[in-house]
């Protein structure tokens, strides 16, 4: 099994930490490299089961640059593209702009969405159920999984799932 993986979300939410942890030093000397297509590569995790490849989608992370028409439907193929979009979020913060920017590029894409809650190690357990709540009424997630990339909590099932789309 073989797939591209978009990992989007606001800046801060963890999106270098999870693949510094599922990658490694790899992801340096590749994001340094200049890219031959529209969308770079971050890193390439291969298994013995599978192969993923972790792309940066651009248009996507920016909310507050005013994007060109162009630049929006980019974004939009690249989305259409890929085999599993990974829209991370911060369990700490509320659903905000930048959230919403991103929600709102994704409407109406067929392609699987997992809703990855970072920083669960910051949050009371019984706080996970209100977050998981106000996401899913606003987009019908293909999973939602909640991590720490910082201390790898839940990383290796989120591994394991994504493989399942691939
Ligand atoms: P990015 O902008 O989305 O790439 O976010 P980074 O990976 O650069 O992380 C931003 C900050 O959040 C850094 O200080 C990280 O150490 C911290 N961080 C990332 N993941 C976690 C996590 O699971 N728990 C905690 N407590 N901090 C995290
Ligand atoms: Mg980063």
């Known amino acids: 099994k073989s797939g591209f993986i978009s990992i989007i ?7 270098s930490t999870f693949l510094n942890r ?24 291969t298994t013995d089961a599978s192969q993923m490849i972790f792309i940066d ?15 929006l ?11 599993v979009i ?3 979020v911060n369990a700490e913060q509320k659903l905000g702009k930048g959230d919403e920017f991103i929600l709102e590029m994704l409407a109406g894409n067929s392609t699987p969405v997992f809703l990855v809650i970072n ?3 910051q949050i009371h357990p ?3 159920i209100g977050i998981i709540d106000s996401y899913k ?25 994504l493989s399942n789309y691939l």
């Open 9 to 15: 979300g606001r800046p801060n939410v963890g999106k």
């Open 22 to 45: 599922v990658i490694g030093q790899k992801i340096a000397i590749m994001s340094d490299k200049p890219q031959t297509t529209r969308n770079k590569v971050q890193g390439v995790l």
């Open 57 to 71: 989608t651009p248009g996507i992370h920016k909310p507050k640059h005013k994007l060109g028409d162009f630049m």
């Open 73 to 83: 439907k980019v974004a939009k193929n690249t989305l259409r593209e890929v085999d």
């Open 86 to 88: 990974m829209f991370m």
């Open 119 to 121: 920083k669960i190690d």
């Open 126 to 128: 019984d706080e996970l």
């Open 137 to 161: 009424e606003r987009y019908p997630f293909a999973e939602i999984v909640p991590i720490s990339a910082l201390q790898g909590n839940n990383v290796e099932n989120l591994l394991a799932t």
